[in-house]
């Protein structure tokens, strides 16, 4: 079984039991009193932010460019979620395992930071390729492909000094091209401003429930050199504390006398789970005339991971071994994740026409560790351990076991350019073309160590040594229009033709992959064309009715394929293809105190990507097809000045609508994978002035995910896919700004509900057992910021 894992490149061993994917959803509040509360440093900007909170207007004066233009987020024919930058402070909203708590819809599988699986909407059969877009600005982030592990490598950046996060469901793939069948992410950073100079710090203390101390230092300047020229910096430093401990003894003991247990619940290490999350973002803005602009941004961000965030637990029971959180480790189990992003976007007016570039190079590192040392599944019988002692070690005196070193790359150069007509009450039209060129590589060896170190042993091989290399080079023309046809009535429909060229190579070596084998170059092409159309009616007031059918994709690729594969094994993979039909709603009060938006939509997904097996080596593959029915919405209310409450939520009901391949074990007919049927947030928010100078707020949120069915693979005696159960968690928070001050205290998941939310690790763990991800006990803070 060694080649499933070594073999099967775009699933690295770190996967089971180390990233193994927790999944949280809900949904909750997507707007605060006021959009930049904490952003403000100068007396003035203090005072517009003071008459902002008194100000009548809700919903209404939010922008977006979720279509590539700035629009009005009551005006865009699309669901979108819009979550700004005080919001995303106040809720400690930071990273994408706390974004799920405020983005209806949204779902997340991520046992180790810096590996993530981003879901909307309910499409997720596993698969290697994202079907989710993230992008910073206008910057795509991640590989477009299933060659690179695109799907569990998606950005996870930090928050903070985020103007705010936009999230639009359903296929994106007019305007935002590949791989984004369930939607797209989008951070939309603060930028550098020629207003004048601010800044903002802030340092906060937290206490985990049975882990340690936790610290968060965040600080934002904006430097105005003339009305001309601007710079902003920012950047941060955290320590999430752990709070799952490591047990065990060494594993050689057991390995020759079968009563002795693998473990025996001695401490070993305390906190394993802790992770250190560090980046920086420097900004500038070129600005010599209103007619022309040139933003330049450089971001960095470093994620640190000392063990992933699963516990050991039963096989038939699926509860955890232990009362307290606990894993079985002997080797480190470290992941350590490096983004980079540089971009360039250059707005130049020209007439009544505008033109827009975006330059962009990123690359992302992830260089990882996985404990092979029991790893049954790889040896199909004794622990790997034993094996390794009993061929080339001693019990006694040379006790022997391994390791799993995995290190992936994504280069990615991106430009975009794109001519704008200007705002019309009759015609408005986009035109753009993109080329991207990415070059990804994945790197794998399975080492053999002494017993209890990570240090090589010199004399023995690497019992598997794999090196996957990869490019993609994609160019594609779009188009997009809205054309008023009445002062009510609009119709916006757009249309994209992408083309892409992949190749692909792979060197083996080693024991347990055959020993030597290098495969040839495989190349696949393929050019897909998405479109949209939106018809858009204004029912009068502040009110529309929209419709929407629109197509994604995932781009095919080659495979690699392994020695002796069947004659009718295929050396590509097509795309899959999505298709979905909505039907949305919005609308405000006149005076902007009540907003609410609701959607109903079916999801047509066909020629899935799968995941099958050849002679023990894994492909991709298409087959079966799925359908996703469901409903969302949001009710805002401001019933008085300094009050903000929102009710919002999500119905997913998304099943196989075909068997899949028989290695995957999906039925027509079972739940996709790790999606809540019912899942729902409730969000209050309360300022008032307590002096001249200070200004106290609360808050509280209440989120519900409802009953989540595990993977295909994983079912009851009676056939049926396993289903855990629902959970509520509860966050508060308080506080007072006085002056250039503020305090706040705040509590997430203070009822300390501990809900699955992964499963996995099969064939990896002691005394058979499997691994469980949760969602983080609670945890107590208290920060102290100011700003100037």
């Given at each position: 079984?060694?080649?499933?894992?070594?073999?099967?490149?775009?699933?690295?061993?770190?996967?089971?039991?180390?990233?193994?994917?927790?999944?949280?959803?809900?949904?909750?509040?997507?707007?605060?009193?006021?959009?930049?509360?904490?952003?403000?440093?100068?007396?003035?900007?203090?005072?517009?932010?003071?008459?902002?909170?008194?100000?009548?207007?809700?919903?209404?004066?939010?922008?977006?460019?979720?279509?590539?233009?700035?629009?009005?987020?009551?005006?865009?024919?699309?669901?979108?979620?819009?979550?700004?930058?005080?919001?995303?402070?106040?809720?400690?909203?930071?990273?994408?395992?706390?974004?799920?708590?405020?983005?209806?819809?949204?779902?997340?599988?991520?046992?180790?930071?810096?590996?993530?699986?981003?879901?909307?909407?309910?499409?997720?059969?596993?698969?290697?390729?994202?079907?989710?877009?993230?992008?910073?600005?206008?910057?795509?982030?991640?590989?477009?492909?299933?060659?690179?592990?695109?799907?569990?490598?998606?950005?996870?950046?930090?928050?903070?000094?985020?103007?705010?996060?936009?999230?639009?469901?359903?296929?994106?793939?007019?305007?935002?091209?590949?791989?984004?069948?369930?939607?797209?992410?989008?951070?939309?950073?603060?930028?550098?401003?020629?207003?004048?100079?601010?800044?903002?710090?802030?340092?906060?203390?937290?206490?985990?429930?049975?882990?340690?101390?936790?610290?968060?230092?965040?600080?934002?300047?904006?430097?105005?050199?003339?009305?001309?020229?601007?710079?902003?910096?920012?950047?941060?430093?955290?320590?999430?504390?752990?709070?799952?401990?490591?047990?065990?003894?060494?594993?050689?003991?057991?390995?020759?006398?079968?009563?002795?247990?693998?473990?025996?619940?001695?401490?070993?290490?305390?906190?394993?789970?802790?992770?250190?999350?560090?980046?920086?973002?420097?900004?500038?803005?070129?600005?010599?005339?209103?007619?022309?602009?040139?933003?330049?941004?450089?971001?960095?961000?470093?994620?640190?991971?000392?063990?992933?965030?699963?516990?050991?637990?039963?096989?038939?029971?699926?509860?955890?071994?232990?009362?307290?959180?606990?894993?079985?480790?002997?080797?480190?189990?470290?992941?350590?994740?490096?983004?980079?992003?540089?971009?360039?976007?250059?707005?130049?007016?020209?007439?009544?026409?505008?033109?827009?570039?975006?330059?962009?190079?990123?690359?992302?590192?992830?260089?990882?560790?996985?404990?092979?040392?029991?790893?049954?599944?790889?040896?199909?019988?004794?622990?790997?351990?034993?094996?390794?002692?009993?061929?080339?070690?001693?019990?006694?005196?040379?006790?022997?076991?391994?390791?799993?070193?995995?290190?992936?790359?994504?280069?990615?150069?991106?430009?975009?350019?794109?001519?704008?007509?200007?705002?019309?009450?009759?015609?408005?039209?986009?035109?753009?073309?993109?080329?991207?060129?990415?070059?990804?590589?994945?790197?794998?060896?399975?080492?053999?160590?002494?017993?209890?170190?990570?240090?090589?042993?010199?004399?023995?091989?690497?019992?598997?040594?794999v090196s996957l290399e990869s490019t993609y080079e994609e160019v594609a023309v779009f188009g997009n229009a809205s054309w008023h046809v009445t002062p009510r009535f609009e119709l916006s429909f757009g249309a994209r033709v992408s083309d892409n060229e992949q190749v692909a190579s792979q060197i083996s070596d080693g024991a347990l992959v055959g020993g030597l084998t290098m495969f040839d170059e495989v190349r696949s092409s393929e050019t897909p064309v998405t479109f949209s159309i939106s018809p858009r009616y204004e029912l009068g007031g502040a009110s529309s009715i929209y419709g929407r059918v629109a197509t994604g994709f995932r781009p095919g690729g080659p495979n690699v394929l392994p020695p002796g594969a069947p004659p009718d094994t295929p050396s590509t993979y097509d795309s899959d293809r999505?298709?979905?039909?909505?039907?949305?709603?919005?609308?405000?009060?006149?005076?902007?105190?009540?907003?609410?938006?609701?959607?109903?939509?079916?999801?047509d997904w066909e020629d899935i990507q799968l995941l099958a097996v050849v002679n023990n080596f894994g492909i991709n593959a298409n087959g079966g097809t799925a359908e996703s029915r469901g409903a969302e919405f949001t009710i805002g209310l401001r019933p008085v000045n300094g009050l903000t409450l929102s009710l919002n939520g999500a119905y997913t009901n998304a099943e196989l609508t075909q068997d899949t391949d028989p290695v995957v074990g999906g039925m027509d007919g079972d739940p996709l994978s790790w999606v809540p049927e019912l899942s729902f947030g409730l969000y209050g928010d309360y300022a008032w002035p307590i002096s001249d100078e200070w200004i106290a707020h609360v808050g509280g949120m209440v989120a519900y995910v409802g009953d989540r069915p595990a993977n295909f693979d994983d079912r009851?005696?009676?056939?049926?896919?396993?289903?855990?159960?629902?959970?509520?968690?509860?966050?508060?928070?308080?506080?007072?700004?006085?002056?250039?001050?503020?305090?706040?205290?705040?509590?997430?998941?203070?009822?300390?509900?501990?809900?699955?939310?992964?499963?996995?690790?099969?064939?990896?763990?002691?005394?058979?057992?499997?691994?469980?991800?949760?969602?983080?006990?609670?945890?107590?803070?208290?920060?102290?910021?100011?700003?100037?």
């Open positions: 079984m060694i080649s499933r894992f070594i073999g099967a490149r775009r699933i690295p061993i770190s996967a089971t039991p180390g990233a193994l994917f927790v999944l949280v959803s809900s949904a909750l509040l997507v707007t605060a009193p006021t959009a930049a509360a904490q952003e403000g440093a100068q007396e003035d900007q203090q005072d517009q932010q003071e008459t902002e909170r008194d100000d009548d207007s809700f919903a209404e004066e939010i922008t977006v460019t979720s279509t590539k233009r700035d629009e009005l987020l009551t005006e865009v024919p699309i669901s979108v979620t819009v979550v700004d930058g005080e919001s995303l402070e106040r809720q400690r909203a930071e990273d994408l395992d706390d974004l799920v708590a405020v983005v209806p819809g949204l779902s997340v599988t991520s046992a180790s930071p810096g590996t993530t699986r981003i879901t909307l909407r309910g499409i997720n059969t596993g698969g290697v390729a994202s079907t989710v877009g993230v992008y910073v600005d206008d910057v795509p982030y991640g590989s477009s492909t299933g060659l690179a592990n695109g799907a569990v490598l998606s950005g996870d950046f930090d928050t903070f000094d985020m103007a705010r996060v936009e999230v639009l469901r359903g296929p994106q793939g007019t305007l935002y091209g590949a791989s984004s069948l369930g939607g797209v992410l989008k951070y939309v950073p603060n930028r550098a401003s020629t207003e004048g100079f601010a800044g903002r710090f802030r340092v906060s203390l937290e206490d985990v429930e049975g882990g340690g101390d936790g610290f968060h230092l965040t600080g934002a300047l904006n430097l105005a050199v003339s009305d001309q020229f601007a710079v902003r910096l920012s950047g941060f430093t955290r320590e999430d504390a752990g709070y799952i401990d490591s047990i065990g003894n060494n594993p050689i003991p057991s390995l020759t006398d079968p009563a002795n247990p693998i473990f025996d619940g001695t401490l070993v290490i305390d906190g394993i789970n802790e992770v250190q999350r560090t980046g920086g973002r420097l900004s500038a803005l070129v600005q010599p005339s209103d007619r022309f602009s040139l933003h330049l941004v450089g971001q960095l961000q470093g994620i640190e991971s000392d063990s992933p965030s699963t516990v050991d637990a039963s096989p038939t029971t699926f509860r955890p071994l232990l009362d307290e959180p606990v894993q079985s480790r002997y080797h480190a189990q470290f992941s350590n994740t490096d983004y980079e992003v540089l971009s360039a976007t250059l707005n130049w007016q020209l007439g009544d026409v505008s033109l827009e570039s975006i330059s962009s190079y990123s690359t992302l590192e992830q260089d990882s560790q996985t404990d092979t040392a029991i790893a049954t599944a790889l040896t199909g019988g004794p622990p790997l351990s034993a094996l390794l002692t009993f061929l080339f070690g001693d019990p006694a005196t040379n006790p022997l076991s391994a390791i799993f070193p995995n290190l992936v790359t994504t280069d990615k150069i991106t430009q975009e350019v794109r001519l704008l007509s200007v705002d019309s009450d009759s015609f408005e039209w986009l035109l753009g073309a993109y080329y991207t060129d990415e070059e990804s590589e994945i790197a794998q060896q399975l080492l053999t160590v002494a017993a209890g170190t990570d240090d090589p042993v010199a004399a023995i091989p690497p019992l598997a040594v999505l298709t979905s039909y909505e039907v949305g709603y919005k609308a405000i009060s006149s005076r902007g105190r009540v907003s609410f938006d609701a959607a109903v939509y079916l999801l009851t005696p009676g056939g049926q896919v396993v289903e855990f159960d629902a959970y509520t968690t509860v966050g508060v928070n308080g506080g007072v700004d006085f002056g250039r001050w503020s305090v706040e205290l705040y509590a997430k998941n203070l009822t300390d509900e501990m809900g699955i939310t992964s499963v996995g690790g099969t064939g990896f763990l002691p005394n058979g057992a499997i691994s469980l991800g949760q969602i983080r006990p609670r945890t107590v803070g208290l920060s102290l910021g100011t700003r100037f």
